[in-house]
């Protein structure tokens, strides 16, 4: 079965930096773009950032632009998130999530890993 499980959340404090990741199994990671969503307490799911099945292109959310960098090690089935500068409302479940054949959303989510940016 597909599985994606995300680790590397933890507290950090205003302006610090974090990187999650994902390892994936069940399918052919190379296969497929991957995606980072997060949700913050009450909030909303939102889309932070997406990466091509090569890694040669990634998208980001405006509110994480220039702060965030995903990247992928296809070798070792794993997406990550490079979190730099972090601000209080970036605090959120971060989930990686599987981005289906034809592009047009995401099939398969891990668990989410808690990211907490207080001082």
């Known amino acids: 079965e597909v599985q994606l499980v995300e680790s590397g959340g933890g507290l950090v404090q205003p302006g610090g930096s974090l990187r999650v990741s994902c390892v994936a199994s069940?399918?052919?990671?190379?296969?497929?773009?991957m995606s980072w969503v997060r949700q913050a307490p009450g909030k909303s799911l939102e889309w932070v950032s997406d990466?091509?099945?090569?890694?040669?292109?990634?998208y980001y959310a405006e509110s994480v632009k220039g702060r965030f960098t995903i990247s992928r090690d296809n070798a070792k089935n794993t997406v990550s998130l490079q979190m730099n500068n972090l601000k209080p409302e970036d605090t959120a479940v971060y989930y990686c999530?599987?981005?289906?054949?034809?592009?047009?959303?995401?099939?398969?989510w891990g668990k989410g890993t808690l990211v907490t940016v207080s001082s």
């Open positions: 999530a599987k981005i289906t054949s034809n592009r047009r959303g995401m099939d398969y």
């Open positions: 069940g399918f052919t990671f190379v296969n497929y773009g």
């Open positions: 990466i091509i099945w090569n890694g040669e292109i990634a």
